[in-house]
């Protein structure tokens, strides 16, 4: 399970909907109690492919992120981003992509710009696993 604020909910959707119509990425950097996630900060980043169907880090803001976390006693606990116009679930890319198979990947989708839709997967190869978000 992980857990994440409604104001982050909140901050990453704003983020996201201002990047459109390309892919908004981050990371989320918090604590891991007795197996469950909790997001402490969410790190809006660069999405230097400026792309409506991928995105890459910019590999500075990625640096500063993980320092600012160490610096606040925060672990990595996995990334978001954005689907401008598909499901919020892993495309094919992001699953080839997925390095760390403990990691939380978060998927909004802005399909319907009204009802964004997050998702939580934990991905290892080819297969994704939804995981519980719990949002409040």
Known sequence: ???LSLSDYNAIVD??????PNEACGLLGGIICDGVKEVKKVYML????????H?????EE??????D??????????NWHSHPESPSRPSDEDKR???DK??????????DRENPVLNSFQISGALSEKEELEIK
């Not at 983020?15 to 459109?20: R, T």
């Not at 995105?55 to 590999?59: A, D, G, L, V």
């Not at 403990?102 to 399909?111: D, E, Q, R």
């Open 55 to 59: 995105f890459s880090m910019n590999p």
């Open 97 to 99: 992509l997925a390095y």
């Open 1 to 3: 399970m992980i857990k």
């Open 102 to 111: 403990t990691a939380s990947y978060m998927v909004l989708s802005l399909m």
């Open 62 to 67: 990625q640096l500063t992120a993980v320092k």
């Open 15 to 20: 983020y996201a909907c201002n990047n459109l």
């Open 69 to 78: 976390m160490r610096k606040n006693g925060y672990v990595p606990l996995g």
């Open 46 to 53: 660069t999405n230097i492919d400026a792309s409506p169907e």
